[in-house]
C-alpha cells in the first residue's frame, strides 16, 4: 500500500460553494476517509467522526439553500472544532482526564454563527489540557517526531494535513499563531471578543480569544464575514508601511530565526512594502508577568469548583498553574486588567507617531521543537495578545531544518478586515508579485 502524505491541501471554499449535492457529499466523504486513514498516526482528532450526523448536515444544507447563486459563504465547508468549544450533541473533554458531563451546555455561539453561514461541524480536534501546556499527542504533519504547538493542536495540525479546510482554535497566549506557524498554514487571532466566546471552556475571560485556521490568506475575509455581515470589503492596498517592533521583544528570538526574518524583509522591501524600525516594548519582561499573573489567576477561578473535587484528575503542570493563580494578589489582577489597555493606546500612539499600517514579528520563535513534550515558547506572541490586537500568521519559508516558519503581522485593534488585506498584500510580495 502506498505511503499516504501527511500535508495535503484542500479545495478552495468555492469548490465546496458550488457543488452538486452528490459532489458535495463525495468531497467531504473523501475528507472522511483521509481523516481516518491518517489520525492513527498524527492523533489530530479529539473524538469520532460521525459520519451519519455529517450526511444530515449535508441534506439540511441543500434543504436549505438550493439555490447555488443564494448560498452563503461557508457552504458545504467542514470545519474542525478545538475541543473546549461546545458542539450541540457532542461531549467536550477540554483534553482532560475529567467526566465531559462537567463541560455541558449550551452550543458556542461562533459554532452556531458557523453553522448560519452553511459550513458543516466536522469533528473536535485536539487540544491541550484546558488550552494550557500540558499537551495532546498530535503530531506535526510536516515531521511527526515535533510538536505542532498549542493549545490548538489539532486545528492547525489537521488543516496541514488536509483533513478540512477550516478549524477553529483559541489563544490566550500563542495557541493559534504558533500552531499555525510550526504547521505552515494560515493562522488568525481576530481582535479580543471579534470572534464570540460564549460556549468556551474559559481559561481567561479578560483574555481568551477565539481564532481560526485555514490554508490560504483569501480565505480569511470568508470567515471574518461570517462574524460580521456588515464589514465592509478591503481591497489589498498598493502601498503598505510596516513597523519592525526593534528591542527586548524582538531580541528574544534566536539568532537564526533573526537572520530569517532579516531575509523576509528584504523580500517584503524588494515588493515594494515599506519597513521601517520602531523601538517599542521595553517592558516586555513586565508585560509578560502581568499577563501570566492575569491569566492563571482568573484559570484557577474558573477551575475553583471543579479543581476543589477533581484535583487527582489534573495533570501536574495544569494543577501547578491553579495553585499559582490562587496565590495572585487581587489587586494585581486589577492592574494587570487595566494593563491590556495601556498598551494597546501605546502601541496604537506609535503606529499613529510613524504612519504604520502594521507590525511585522516572528510568529515563534524558531521552527517546530523535536518532540511533543512541549508545545514551543509563546514569547512572540504574547504582548499582541495581551493588548487584544488582531494577528495573523503568514507561512513564509522554511528554517534550518526544513520545517515551516510564519510571519506574524499585528494590526490595529478592530481593523481586522484591514489587516487581512494587508496580509494578501505581503503575502503576494512575498512571493515576488508585489
Not at 497566549?173 to 474559559?202: L, W
Not at 481564532?211 to 470568508?222: E, K, P
Not at 491553579?322 to 493606546?345: F, N
Request: proline fraction near 8%.
Amino acid at each position: 500500500m502506498p505511503q499516504i502524505p501527511l500535508v495535503a491541501h484542500t479545495p478552495e471554499f468555492d469548490v465546496y460553494r458550488r457543488a452538486s449535492r452528490e459532489g458535495l457529499a463525495g468531497l467531504v466523504g473523501s475528507l472522511v476517509e483521509r481523516a481516518r486513514d491518517i489520525d492513527p498516526q498524527l492523533h489530530i482528532l479529539a473524538g469520532d467522526i460521525d459520519g451519519a450526523g455529517i450526511a444530515r448536515q449535508i441534506e439540511a444544507l441543500f434543504e436549505r439553500f438550493p439555490d447555488p447563486q443564494h448560498r452563503p459563504p461557508l457552504f458545504g465547508v467542514p470545519v474542525g472544532v478545538k475541543d473546549i468549544i461546545r458542539v450541540e450533541g457532542v461531549p467536550i473533554r477540554c483534553g482532560s482526564l475529567l467526566p465531559p458531563v462537567l463541560f455541558e451546555g449550551p452550543e458556542a455561539r461562533c459554532v452556531r454563527m458557523l453553522r448560519e453561514a452553511g459550513a458543516i461541524i466536522f469533528v473536535q480536534t485536539a487540544t491541550t489540557e484546558f488550552a494550557y501546556f500540558e499537551p495532546a499527542a498530535t503530531k506535526n504533519p510536516y515531521n511527526p517526531r515535533h510538536t505542532p504547538g498549542g493549545s490548538s493542536s489539532g486545528s492547525a495540525a489537521g488543516v496541514a494535513a488536509g483533513l478540512f479546510p477550516l478549524a477553529l482554535g483559541t489563544q490566550t497566549v500563542g495557541s493559534v499563531i504558533r500552531p499555525a506557524s510550526f504547521c505552515g498554514v494560515v493562522g488568525m487571532k481576530p481582535s479580543f471578543d471579534r470572534i464570540p466566546t460564549e460556549g468556551i471552556a474559559y481559561f481567561s475571560r479578560s483574555i481568551d480569544h477565539v481564532g481560526f485556521f485555514c490554508q490560504r490568506v483569501a480565505d480569511i475575509m470568508h470567515v471574518l464575514a461570517v462574524f460580521d455581515p456588515r464589514q465592509a470589503e478591503c481591497r489589498r492596498p498598493e502601498a503598505l508601511k510596516v513597523g519592525v517592533p526593534v528591542g527586548p521583544y524582538l531580541a528574544q528570538a534566536p539568532a537564526g530565526t533573526l537572520a530569517w526574518f532579516e531575509t523576509v524583509l528584504g523580500a517584503l522591501r524588494q515588493g515594494g512594502v515599506e519597513v521601517v524600525e520602531v523601538a517599542c516594548l521595553d517592558r516586555i519582561d513586565e508585560i509578560a508577568a502581568l499577563h501570566r499573573d492575569l491569566t492563571v489567576a482568573e484559570f484557577a477561578v474558573e477551575q475553583e469548583t471543579l479543581f476543589g473535587q477533581y484535583a487527582h484528575l489534573y495533570r501536574p503542570v495544569t494543577a501547578a498553574a491553579i495553585e499559582r493563580g490562587r496565590a495572585v494578589p487581587a489587586d494585581r489582577v486589577v492592574a494587570a486588567r487595566k494593563s491590556r489597555t495601556d498598551l494597546r493606546c501605546e502601541l496604537a500612539a506609535l503606529m499613529d507617531a510613524h504612519a504604520l499600517d502594521l507590525w511585522v514579528c516572528p510568529s515563534a520563535p524558531g521552527e517546530a521543537p523535536e518532540g511533543c513534550g512541549s508545545t514551543g515558547d509563546p514569547v512572540m506572541n504574547l504582548p499582541w495578545t495581551h493588548a487584544g490586537m488582531p494577528a495573523i500568521s503568514l507561512p513564509a519559508g522554511t528554517g534550518m531544518a526544513g520545517l515551516p516558519l510564519g510571519l506574524q503581522c499585528v494590526g490595529r485593534f478592530g481593523q481586522d478586515t484591514l489587516l487581512a488585506a494587508a496580509a494578501a498584500r505581503l503575502e503576494a510580495a512575498l512571493c515576488g508579485r508585489g
